[in-house]
């Protein structure tokens, strides 16, 4: 193929200005195309267009009539679907069920994206297309490719793969899986072959499973098992889980009524060089010049860089574990130098990089001496306490140094979130380096609660910790001009969150004087672990029941952790009352609600 173009094609015409008649691989996505390397349509498209295959793109298709999907006719090679950036029941609704009225990954934040949209298109490009391969792949297929429960119906429903016709499913950061799917397609395979690739799931008949599954298997219960079994549900939830792993993760299989759905292991990680690579495709870091209107994603992250992939930090309520996994896989400075100096030459660059980071800010550049031989283990969950992590931010404090130093940046922010008992841990004076350069005014923090029983089943860190952070934080304000302040986010109604965690969780608010805007209410998304556990009432590791909060429970946990809006006074009255802590009622300073339903005059502006 030749030289990557400014964009990728959207239209024939765009192809045909490249001399291509007919594409290899077609696209097709729920959001917008933005050609910038967080959106993973146009990850992926450079990626196969850098390893030779020619690439379009079907942004957004009507799904009512049949031209937008035949707007590219038919490619060489396979059509790849995906939802786009989000799952579109995450998107398409809040999590009280309500339909959003926009969408920030489409022009204008005007809603394109259809319900269950993997499904939706594929069944179109499959019908209108029967003979062309389907490889279906980002992050709604990826975290629904075992049988999960789905809140939006409040069941259990099938992997993706047993519901739409798709002939290959990429999960994880499908670059690898992409290209070998190409290159084998090319080379004249078939696609009912390609059923080898690390870090892709396929189906097979069951007469066929049966009468010889493929060998060193793990078989999990099957769909009609878990459906109807919540407990079943957690034993295969675990089972799945422990396998994700790169290194030691195996095969496994989940039989459903009219096929088995099998998960190759997953993608082995990328090495440095590969990601450097991706990362310096020429991404545009434009919205593809056809659209008259901004696509609202795009403007947080026009110029943030990515510096490494994975998080082994595995909270519960948060499925990258599944997705990315817990191997960190870093760029080398100079490449992000390298892309940060292209950057400055693009002429809405302002001097400003919105964020230098990854699913967790400081986590680049740490490392086990075991990920590389054994993988991540099983039976423990990565910490600073385990000796074989280093935690030393040394190489993220010489990172941003050098960043500093690039003519045309005038300021570098830390975006994402950052872990703070690794910062803690850290012997390189990343704390005082980020305080005094690369916070804005606010600095993200995610303890989620305090209540140590809660952040046990969050796998979080525990209160003390998140204690120690704020101090050493304050300590840096000293002597400060312009005062900084820490931005905690906290969450209601996760499974575990009893109403008296929650009134705790409102009084350390009220006595740290703490910002709580950020309200986040448990919403269990497809395939994290606290999703099972608010499915089951079950901890999957231990089979040990869990408190599960829902309706008005769930209504008057969010309530307390804003108990200074007027609106919410009847529900943490409520919520008191439940909890035996009428001594919050009333007019004395320590009360969180007057004894009237008004907010207690202490908080009052
Ligand atoms: S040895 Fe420690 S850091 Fe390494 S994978 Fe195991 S728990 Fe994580």
Redesign the pocket.
Known sequence: MSRQPLFLPMSLQEGENRGIRQFDIILITGDAYVDHPSFGTALIGRVLWDAGFSVGIIAQPQVKSPEDFEALKAPRLFFGISSGNVDSMVDNYTPNLRRRSNDVYSPGGIPKRPDRATIVYTNRVHELFPDIPVVIGGIEASLRRFAHYDYWQDRVRQSILADAPADLLVFGMGERQMVEIAERLAAGEPVSTLCDIRGTSYTMEVAEWRKSPPKGIVEIPGFAEVARDKTAYARAFALHYHEQDPVRGRAVAQPHPKTVVIQNPPARPLTTEELDRIYELPFARRAHPSYTQVIPALEPVQFSVTSHRGC?GACSFCALTHHQG?IIQSRSSDSIIREVNRMTKMPAFRGVIQDVGGPTANMYCLS????ETS???VD????PA?K??STSHKEQCRLLTRIRGISGVRHIFIGSGIRYDLALADDSGYLEMISNYHISGHLKVAPEHISQKVTRIMNKPGREIFDRFCAQFETLQQGKKKRQYLLPYFMSGHPGCTISDMVALAVYIRDHSLYTEQVQDFTPTPMSVSSCMYYTGLNPFTLEPVHVPRGQEKKIQRALMQYRDPKNHGLVTEGLRIAGREDLIGSGKQCLVTGDGKRSGRFAK
């Open positions: 082994f817990r086990c001496n075991q990920w993988g991540a283990c423990k969950r990565c910490s385990c074989n992590l």
